[in-house]
Structures are given as structure tokens and as C-alpha cells.
């Protein structure tokens, strides 16, 4: 008798549904089961106002995670970079992917750097760490708080509404986008959000055949990477809108693994900011996350972040 097909819950953005087919194409390598998608509308898929107006944290995820403990899909897959860092009742995060490029990428008119655009110029971006960062650098640009899927923001590019967005890396590549590209930033000049490029996989925590089913997805590198920039985050206690951006690569050395972590901490408006960085061993991810944080508060990061959001 063949076995029914797993249940995979998404949002129903391209983008979303690109990053689950993926997942599924390889739950399906790895374990021949077929896998189909079941879309679900999330608060953050049908509001239109920015994140942090309708509480930036959870808004993309609480929706697959009520389906998931309703027993109306078998697992559900998040952009890392949206899941609060609290560990929900009853549900596991079974597999982190092997990671795709963390890094923050422009799309500009006429193919332009970020530099080569004249002060003025209107950059569009619905994240308060990249506007925060952008205005760091000082180039006079106008940042224009903007919400849309890949398409709209790019929209307003070639429409001449803007002279450029910034955009997650990661996304374009899944969405067959990269060559649209105009510059990639470098993690001196722009760190993005905490997960970038990372992808979530969950499940009921009860459900042992399938934690151990999906278990083979897992990346111990991109866990223990993601799981120190979390770990920064949780300590900061700044949700996923917060003007906070880390990024942890993983270094092979001649006698251990290594962890690079760097972060920042600025105000919304980009006038002031904190920027550190600490290296630990693979298996203290959680201990190099939390001990740059509290090295970040001293240094004035909570003051820098405003109100805090658990």
C-alpha cells in the first residue's frame, strides 16, 4: 500500500512556495515520500502595514504553526529569519537546511552600485535594519518604507517609482532572480537579519518517526551558525523588525571549527550604532551568542534599540 503524501504547510507567496518546493524535492530524495504543498494565508501576507505596526514577530509564522497543531499538515517550512526565538509548546524545529547566501542584495536602476547612486535617491526597504544601515553609510540617500512580494518591490524599480530596493539575496536566487542583481553587500558595510538565507523546518514534537524522517535535512553548520545569532537576538530580546543585523560563518581551521560572529545594533534612523564581533568553537554557539549581546547591551545597544519587543 503506498504511504499517503506528506502534508508540507506554507505561505502562499512565490517566494514561500519556491523555498517549501525545495524542501519538498528533498524530503522526497531523502526519504521517496511524496510531499504536497498546502498553502496558508498568514497576518503578514494579508496586512499591508509595516511589520513593526502589526507586531514585526511571528506574523509570517503563527498561522503554519496553528495548522501544524491541528493536525491539518504533517510539517511546515519558515524563513529562519521570521521565527521568534521563543520555542513554541508542542512543536520542534526538526532541520535547518544547508544555508544560501546570507547577504543583503541591491537592485538598482540602470544597473547601478549603491554608491553610484546621487544622493536623493529613493532606496525602498520594509526592514528597519536595512534603512538603519543604509543611512549609516552616510550617502544621502532617501530610504521609502515599502511591503510587497519580491515582484512589487522590484516593480517599483523598473516603474521609476524608486531608484533601487534592497532585497534578501537568498530570495532572489530561489525565485531564478539573481541576475537582477546590481550589487551584493558586504557584511562590512550592511550585516543582515539574524537566519538569513537559512530555512526553518518544523513538526509536532510527538510525531518521533517523522522528527527522525526529517532530521536527515539537517546542517550542523548552518544550525550552529543560526543558532548563535538567535541566541544573540533572544538575549537583546528584539523581535525580527528590530534594527539589529548578525551574521555567523563558519570557519574550518587546521585543529577545530570555528565560529565568526558579527553584529549590530543601531537606532531606526540610522544616526548611531554599535558594531562588535566575537569567535568561539562550533559547540559553543549559544555561549558566543549570548556573551556579544551582553557585550552589546553595555555598549548602549538597548538604548539604541528603543522599546524592546520580547
Known amino acids: 500500500m503506498t504511504e499517503a503524501p506528506l502534508r508540507l504547510g506554507t505561505r502562499r507567496s512565490k517566494l514561500a512556495m519556491a523555498q517549501s518546493g525545495h524542501v519538498a524535492e528533498a524530503v522526497t530524495r531523502l526519504t521517496g515520500r511524496a510531499v504536497e504543498l498546502v498553502e496558508i494565508t498568514t497576518q503578514g501576507d494579508t496586512s499591508r502595514e509595516q511589520l513593526t505596526q502589526i507586531g514585526g514577530t511571528g506574523v509570517f509564522v503563527n498561522a503554519l504553526r496553528d495548522a501544524l497543531l491541528a493536525g491539518e499538515v504533517d510539517f511546515v517550512v519558515h524563513s529562519l529569519k521570521d521565527l521568534p526565538t521563543g520555542d513554541p509548546e508542542g512543536i520542534t524545529l526538526v532541520a535547518i537546511p544547508p544555508r544560501h547566501d546570507p547577504r543583503d542584495a541591491l537592485v538598482a536602476r540602470d544597473g547601478l552600485a549603491l554608491a553610484e547612486l546621487p544622493a536623493g535617491s529613493r532606496i525602498g526597504t520594509g526592514s528597519p535594519r536595512r534603512a538603519a544601515q543604509l543611512s549609516l553609510l552616510g550617502l544621502g540617500h532617501e530610504i521609502v518604507p515599502i511591503r510587497g512580494n519580491v515582484d512589487t518591490r522590484i516593480g517599483f524599480v523598473t516603474s521609476g517609482e524608486l531608484d533601487a530596493v534592497v532585497l534578501a539575496k537568498a530570495g532572489l536566487g530561489r525565485l531564478g532572480r539573481a541576475e537582477e542583481v546590481t550589487e551584493t553587500f558586504d557584511p562590512l558595510h550592511m550585516l543582515p537579519a ?10 509536532a514534537a510527538h510525531d518521533a518517526a517523522l522528527v527522525e524522517l526529517l532530521a536527515g535535512l539537517d546542517d550542523s553548520d548552518t544550525r550552529a551558525a543560526v543558532l548563535a545569532e538567535r541566541t544573540l537576538l533572544a538575549v537583546l530580546e528584539a523581535g525580527c523588525s528590530a534594527p539589529v ?12 571549527t570555528e565560529l565568526y560572529l558579527r553584529a549590530v545594533v543601531a537606532n531606526v534612523d540610522g544616526t548611531d550604532s554599535v558594531r562588535l564581533s566575537a569567535t568561539g568553537t562550533l559547540d559553543e554557539a549559544q555561549k558566543i551568542g549570548r556573551e556579544l549581546a551582553a557585550e552589546l547591551l553595555a555598549r548602549g545597544a538597548s538604548g539604541l534599540m528603543g522599546e524592546r519587543v520580547p
Open 245 to 256: 543585523g548578525a551574521l555567523c560563518e563558519v570557519a574550518e581551521g587546521e585543529q577545530v
Open 194 to 203: 539574524p537566519g538569513q538565507g537559512a530555512l526553518a523546518v518544523e513538526c
